[in-house]
Nanobody, 120 residues
Framework: QVQLVESGGGLVQPGGSLRLSCAASGLIFRINAMGWYRQAPGKAREEVATITSDGTTTYADSVKGRFTISRDNTKNTVYLQMVSLKPEDTAVFYC??????????????WGQGTQVTVSS
């Protein structure tokens, strides 16, 4: 059973920074793309940033220039560095991974979510 565990959320003032982490554990053969998504109250879940196994990244227009996604393949971990946070960034942030687990099976795994609140 592959699991994703997120950490790093919290309360921050506008203009502040946070770094989210998401570590995958279990019987993992390979992790393809990993990504961060968020869901604000009353809104649909949206893609924030993704990163492939070779480091190619994509970002939502709303976070370009403020958020940076990265990963450490030796630790099966993906990070999201967030700076210049705005109140509209307030949401539950979820990690996702496209995983080949053992015995060989491809799965899309979600983390449990971590709350990010931007408020003065």
């Amino acid at each position: 059973q592959v699991q994703l565990v997120e950490s790093g959320g919290g309360l921050v003032q506008p203009g502040g920074s946070l770094r989210l982490s998401c570590a995958a554990s279990g019987l993992i053969f390979r992790i393809n793309a990993m990504g961060w998504y968020r869901q604000a109250p009353g809104k649909a879940r949206e893609e924030v940033a993704t990163i492939t196994s070779d480091g190619t990244t994509t970002y939502a227009d709303s976070v370009k220039g403020r958020f940076t996604i990265s990963r450490d393949n030796t630790k099966n971990t993906v990070y999201l560095q967030m700076v210049s946070l705005k109140p509209e960034d307030t949401a539950v942030f979820y990690c996702n991974a496209d995983v080949f687990s053992l015995p060989l099976r491809r799965q899309s795994i979600w983390g449990q979510g971590t709350q990010v609140t931007v408020s003065s």
